[in-house]
């Protein structure tokens, strides 16, 4: 009897860190917004005067982010809050309000698309406006582990 | 003899009267007299703007949840949760009765400096006084005069809810006693006017120990573990070590963290979270030069 529960219990753990590693791995989740990060990098290079303005790293940059952080939210399923410390349990609290803010990353990353920036001055503009959405969202997501 | 004990007895009970008068004494609120605040002239409104954003008003005073200008209107109401209870953050817009319109300058600077209130009471330490203690008095001086050009507000802030013996004011004169301190933080391997200005924003205005530095149980500072790192108040995660010896920004070079505070982006490209954004966002609006002496004198403290 007693044996029997430990069996159900130690498959229900089983089962449980199963589904977990289905997504939202702390790899996975870091992979990607290194991916944003490193695209990000690619647009301030442009504004700082260390690259020349090129529309079709421009183009690629801002596709990155908008095809990124679009997958993003579905790296947090329920059941995968302690996969990893930087990630706030906030966000399985208001997983509407998360999913709200990768939206709207990727909404005004796309609308730039639309309207690509020409100059070094409207690439500065673009890094200003995705850069207020990238602390909207760390501001009440993101934690800092040291 | 049993005139020899009554002596001891009375005069050990002397010595302790002595002594609770001196704690008395020494834990009185302690403003600094009319004198010192008088004769300040004009107030120059652009640097008391500056000061303003340097120090970090409206991420406690403005109304919760606004945005954009709605910001300059300091209205309070924000509940600060601490480990001894919640405070909440009085109204110091320029209304007359709800705010501090009616304030003399030498009140505003004893609450800015010594925090002292109005009455003459001792303020929590929840408003950063003991950082605020090394503005000059000219600086007092702007900021109250650029206060005043904000948009007024009549909301009352309800009252603190701090349990008993937190609610009582006069024992901050303990506290205070204990951990009030105007003077450096920690010596300095550099000097000059740019790493002293430095000090000026980290120590003072910006009030960044607040977080960065860890507290002991009575929530003083640790001795020598200035900027250290801290545990994060609102519950998971940490304040990050901002000294030089930090795994993260001892690597950063000085241009690297002046970046940083003007836009938010660390050298990987990752952006700044959680309660820094408002930081950051104030400092972006500082001159470039207060950005850079911050860097040279988070250069130059001990590495932790």
């Not at chain 1, 095809?67 to 993003?72: I, L, M, R």
């Not at chain 2, 573990?225 to 950063?252: C, H, V, Y």
Request: include cysteine; charged fraction near 20%; aromatic fraction near 8%.
């Amino acid at each position: 009897m007693r044996f029997r529960l430990i069996a159900t219990a130690a498959l229900a753990a089983a089962l449980g860190v199963g589904t977990a590693l289905a997504a939202g791995t702390k790899d996975e989740r870091e992979a990607i917004m290194k991916k944003i990060g490193g695209a990000m990098g690619q647009l301030v290079a442009i504004t700082k005067d260390e690259k020349p303005y090129d529309a079709a790293v421009v183009k690629t940059a801002l596709t990155t982010i908008a095809e990124s952080v679009k997958a993003f939210p579905d790296q947090f399923p329920p059941g995968s809050e302690k996969n990893s410390p930087a990630a706030s349990p906030k966000i399985w609290e208001n997983m509407d309000d998360f999913k709200a803010k990768a939206d709207k990353l990727h909404a005004d990353a796309e609308g730039l698309l639309a309207q690509l920036p020409a100059d070094k001055a409207g690439v500065g503009a673009a890094v200003k406006a995705l850069g207020a959405d990238c602390g909207a969202c760390h501001q009440a997501y993101r934690l800092k582990v040291d | 003899m049993a005139g020899k004990r009554t002596r001891i007895l009375l005069s050990l009970a002397g010595i302790a009267v002595v002594g609770a008068a001196a704690l008395f004494y020494l834990t009185l609120p302690a403003p600094l007299p009319e004198a010192h605040w008088a004769g300040l002239g004009e107030p120059d409104m652009a640097n008391g703007e500056r000061v303003f954003w340097a120090g970090g008003c409206v991420s406690c005073h403005a109304a919760p949840g606004s945005e954009g200008d709605a910001k300059k209107v300091l209205a309070g109401g924000l509940a600060l949760k601490s480990p001894f209870g919640t405070f909440h953050v009085p109204n110091i817009s320029p209304d007359p009765k709800a705010g501090i319109g009616g304030w003399t300058l030498a009140q505003f600077g004893n609450a800015m400096t010594r925090g002292v209130g109005p009455g003459g009471e001792h303020l929590y330490p929840s408003f950063p006084y003991n950082s605020y203690a090394r503005m000059t008095p000219k600086d007092v001086n702007d900021l109250f005069g650029f206060l005043k050009t904000l948009p007024a507000s009549a909301n009352v802030a309800p009252p603190h809810e701090l349990p008993f013996p937190f609610n009582q004011r006069i024992a901050l004169g303990g506290w205070k006693l204990l951990f009030f301190n105007d003077g450096p933080r920690a010596p300095l391997s550099a000097s000059g006017d740019q790493v002293k200005r430095g000090q000026y924003l980290v120590e003072g205005l910006g009030h960044c120990g607040e977080c960065h530095t860890p507290r002991n149980p009575l929530g003083g500072f640790q001795s020598g573990r200035w900027l250290a790192g801290a545990p994060n108040p609102e519950g998971q995660g940490r304040i990050p070590d901002i000294t030089p010896g930090s795994k993260s920004i001892g690597q950063w070079s000085e241009a690297d963290i002046v970046t940083y505070l003007e836009t938010g982006f660390t050298p990987e490209f990752d952006s700044v979270g959680g309660s820094m954004v408002e930081v950051q966002q104030n400092m972006a609006r500082l001159p470039a030069e207060d950005r850079e002496a911050i860097a040279a004198y988070l250069k130059a403290i001990p590495a932790l």
